[in-house]
């Protein structure tokens, strides 16, 4: 079962399963007992998140692009030449496993009724087939 939430939302240690903060950035002063795992990859670039937060970029341009940085190819691994990395499809994949084994609650610091959050285009994305 795939969840979102707020990572100041209380903990329900039964519900939340494997807990995964899926931000770019940590956040100063968060302790570590706020989330399980944190997967900074699986956050917004920078760049992406402060155009949407100016309002140089709508919604739904923010929602399409953020899609489109999870699957960016990366550079080749020069070690292992027959694999190639298809952007995060690897660790998206994981993620729909482990959900499909237990709860899995995805994590952000925006508020929990925040309605425009990177983490609900993820969880979209998840229940989906990749």
């Known amino acids: 079962m795939l969840r979102d939430k707020s990572v100041h939302s209380p903990i329900e240690r ?3 399963g494997l807990r995964l903060l899926v931000a770019r950035f940590r956040g100063r002063g968060l302790p570590a007992s706020r ?3 944190w997967m900074a990859n699986l956050g917004p670039s920078e760049k992406l ?4 937060q100016k309002g140089a970029i709508t919604w739904s341009q923010f ?6 940085e999870l699957f960016e190819p990366a550079p080749l691994d020069r070690a292992n ?8 499809k690897f660790t998206l994949r994981l993620i729909q496993e482990l959900a499909g084994r237990g709860p899995v609650t995805l994590l952000c610091h925006c508020d929990e009724d925040e309605p425009h959050c990177h983490r609900h285009v993820l969880k979209k994305l998840l229940e989906a087939k990749i």
């Open 81 to 88: 030449r027959t694999i190639k990395n298809r952007g995060q």
């Open 49 to 52: 998140l402060n155009s949407f």
């Open 14 to 16: 039964g519900k939340d």
């Open 63 to 68: 929602a399409a692009r953020y899609r489109e």
């Open 35 to 37: 989330y399980d795992v």
